[in-house]
T-cell receptor, first 112, second 113 residues
Framework: SQQGEEDPQALSIQEGENATMNCSYK?????LQWYRQNSGRGLVHLIL?????REKHSGRLRVTLDTSKKSSSLLITASRAADTASYFC????????????FGSGTRLSIRP | EAQVTQNPRYLITVTGKKLTVTCSQN?????MSWYRQDPGLGLRQIYY???????DKGDVPEGYKVSRKEKRNFPLILESPSPNQTSLYFC????????????FGEGSRLTVL
């Protein structure tokens, strides 16, 4: 079963623009995480936001969480060519914190 | 250097030939997990382990076995591989059980003919 669903599936923007990706999930969670994956490589953790937090920043990343809508967004500001990758949200389940479920991801392409 | 190491990175095998994908982490993490990644389906959890001798099924455990005899190792065993197990496999570990940052290996691309 997929907990998180990212939107859009693919996004292409000009270098320097901001990129926004969304994630929706189905059940109550303890926390939500965002990961980046360069083509065929292992995933790299970007940021974790807990269910009692509404917004979190890390460098050029801004994550919001709306537990009432069961959704999160990842904003990458001032995009760079190196940001080209797939981005995944991952959630645990309030009833089973050990099972971490990933969405199908957003493929982000940054045009020079 | 903190890392999760998987082997082999690439493997082509035939239906029914037992194989093991090894996973080792050097961060003293208690939690370890296996995922498979298929196009359009994201990552799906196969098995996870909260600690030594404690393992549990994820969403797609059929056709796989795991063991956790030591804290650092969490091998994935395919007793009788089938073509539908052709996939990219990732091992991951975490300090904080299932609620913390996951550290991923580089992946093992398996093809079953």
């Amino acid at each position: 079963s997929q907990q998180g669903e990212e939107d859009p599936q693919a996004l292409s923007i000009q270098e320097g623009e901001n990129a926004t990706m969304n994630c929706s999930y189905k059940t109550s969670i303890n926390n939500l995480q965002w990961y980046r994956q360069n083509s065929g490589r292992g995933l790299v953790h970007l940021i974790l936001i807990r269910s009692n937090e509404r917004e979190k920043h890390s460098g050029r990343l801004r994550v919001t969480l709306d537990t009432s809508k069961k959704s999160s967004s990842l904003l990458i500001t001032a995009s760079r060519a190196a940001d080209t990758a797939s981005y995944f949200c991952a959630t645990d389940s309030y009833s089973s914190a050990s099972k971490i479920i990933f969405g199908s991801g957003t493929r982000l392409s940054i045009r020079p | 250097e903190a890392q999760v190491t998987q082997n082999p990175r690439y493997l082509i095998t035939v239906t029914g030939k037992k194989l093991t994908v090894t996973c080792s982490q050097n961060m003293n993490h208690e939690y370890m997990s296996w995922y498979r990644q298929d196009p359009g389906l994201g990552l799906r959890q196969i098995y996870y382990s909260m600690n030594v001798e404690v393992t549990d099924k994820g969403d797609v455990p059929e056709g796989y076995k795991v063991s956790r005899k030591e804290k650092r190792n969490f091998p994935l065993i395919l007793e009788s591989p089938s073509p539908n197990q052709t996939s990219l496999y990732f091992c991951a570990s975490s300090l904080e059980g299932g609620t913390g940052e996951l550290f991923f290996g580089e992946g093992s691309r398996l093809t079953v003919l």
